[in-house]
């Protein structure tokens, strides 16, 4: 027996070897003369056609042999006799791992709703669709591992499990062993977390970064990939309790450093998907298309998937200063038809309506924004001296928006000055000593450094022209729901 994936046995030539195909049944088509059981193993978007002669195998395998049955089938290789296909595999024998009730399996040979598949979320991988997703997620992840390593960066762990919020935003789930019946208590009556397993209070990490920082003081460049969680209660197409961020932290790099890694590391690996996952991003662009029909001309988008990406590849991304930002939509037509929803001044935090006007709209290309208020940033990053042209404090932050998503990348240049990090920390009350590592590091050998986070589902999202950011991870987790 040679067992060969999928995807390895339809690129085959050696027709006339006995094959063996194990995988799941997507359609069964009974003719008179044969039986076409078109199979699929996830190794590619394709099927492979087995043929079954009736009377060859028996009735009772057969009936077994339903869409979304497991089997593995053994026969001859042969050039398929019809169209759609090079080769397809005569069938000598049948074996049915798990059959699967037809009148309870729920996934038909048809287009299901993106909604209901979100309820099967233990199934869905079997569709076309969301094989083509995970098989792009997994290309994405490779790529990121290899534009790393190939640049001279080391792959960091960073903890889960912290003590401290490296965004300062209060959003951390806990991480307790304590009988939330029965809280042991101080004598003051609060919560003595002294007795809790690590005997301080802990929660899940938003961010790798603070530690990051300690990597890229060692090793001078780092990156983490790895899990974040944040219980903001955002119910949007763009925002998941539970995802994955991507976060390099460079020694020597100021922010301009900075903008050119983001941007050359994003183009990359949207390069690489192009390049090794073209099946999977021809059957979404294509199911892109079907979809943009059903819309208003209007509404419809300018550019196919295939076209976008190459369009984010091929040209250089603006990069602007908030402050220029902010000019730019106090001058457009929805700030002064007040068809903007949200206010529009100097020191607002930009809302993803703003962000979508001005990549999507006004520059029709991916933007990096730098120099943001320090008001409305995060307190490690690297604060601006003051300038007459801006209206405010500022800091050394860029954020990367992609058309149709909005923010991909936050980064920044990091504070380096013990005297003004120290002063931030205290300003935004957080305390010094909850933080006495972080702050160690700009006291012995500090060094300029830079680095961003990448939120990898909203990558993954843009690649896969997918609109809602809990089709593109296998188990997403969002507020009020944590099934599979
Ligand atoms: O802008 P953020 O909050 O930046 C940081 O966490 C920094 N520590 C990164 C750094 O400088 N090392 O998050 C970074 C990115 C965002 O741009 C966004 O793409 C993604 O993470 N992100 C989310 N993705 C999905 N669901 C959420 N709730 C997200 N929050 C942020
Ligand atoms: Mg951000």
Redesign the pocket.
Known sequence: MSLLPIKELLASTTTGSTVTVKGWVRTKRESKNAIFIAINDGSTIHTIQTVAEPGRISEDVLRLVTTGACVAVTGTLVESQGSGQKVEVQAAEIHVYGPADPEQYPLQPKRHSLEFLREIAHLRPRTNTFGAVLRIRHTLAYAIHKYFNDNGFFYLHTPIITASD??GAGEMFRVTTLDLNHLPRTDEGAIDFRQDFFGRETNLT??G?LE?ELGAMALSKIYTFGPTF?A?N?NTT???AE?W?I?PEMAFYELEDNMNLAEDFVKYVIRYALDQAADDLAFLDQRLKEEEKTKKKEEQSELGLLEKLRFVVDNDFVRITYTEAIDILLQSKPHKKGQFQYPVEWGIDLQSEHERFLVEKHFKKPVILTNYPKAIKAFYMKQNEASETEKGPTVRAMDVLFPGIG??????QREDDFEKLLARVREVGIEPESLWWYLQTRQFGSAPHA?????F??LVLFVTGMGN?RDVIPFPRTPKSADF
């Open positions: 490296a965004e938003v961010s970064q990051g944040r903001e955002s763009r925002h998941l995802f961020m976060e923010e991909i990348i936050g980064g920044s680095g961003f986070g990448l939120g589902e909203r950011i």
